[in-house]
Nanobody, 129 residues
Framework: QVHLVESGGGLVEAGGSLRLSCVAS????????MGWFRQAPGQEREYVGG????????DYADYTEGRFTISKDNAKNTVYLHMNSLKPEDTAVYYC??????????????????????WGQGTQVTVSS
């Protein structure tokens, strides 16, 4: 089992920044690729971005437009989502998720939520206009 806990959400004005953290406990963190997803009220959960198990590769949804950065600190069992130039449409509950990788595959970063095995409880991000 992997237990994930997100933090860092809150209320921010448009154009502001936030850094979300996701701390993992349980199995060996370095063997897991991580993803960030978000879900706004009345909408489906959508992919934000992902990072490979070793932290060397990242992927982002097009709408992040270079505003978001994901990093992974395997020594601290933590993955981060840095968000800059936030917009009101970024308002959502943000979730981190973990999926085990096989044979050290550092290209494995699913963009769909189905493959992910473990999820955090989410943290609310609200961007005011």
């Amino acid at each position: 089992q992997v237990h994930l806990v997100e933090s860092g959400g809150g209320l921010v004005e448009a154009g502001g920044s936030l850094r979300l953290s996701c701390v993992a406990s349980g199995r060996t963190f370095r063997n897991y690729a991580m993803g960030w997803f978000r879900q706004a009220p009345g909408q489906e959960r959508e992919y934000v971005g992902g990072i490979s198990a070793n932290g060397g590769n990242t992927d982002y949804a097009d709408y992040t437009e270079g505003r978001f950065t994901i990093s992974k600190d395997n020594a601290k069992n933590t993955v981060y989502l840095h968000m800059n130039s936030l917009k009101p449409e970024d308002t959502a509950v943000y979730y981190c998720a973990a999926v085990a990788v096989q044979n050290g595959d550092n290209d494995f970063m699913p963009t769909e939520y189905g493959p992910y095995d473990y999820w955090g409880q989410g943290t609310q991000v609200t961007v005011s206009s």
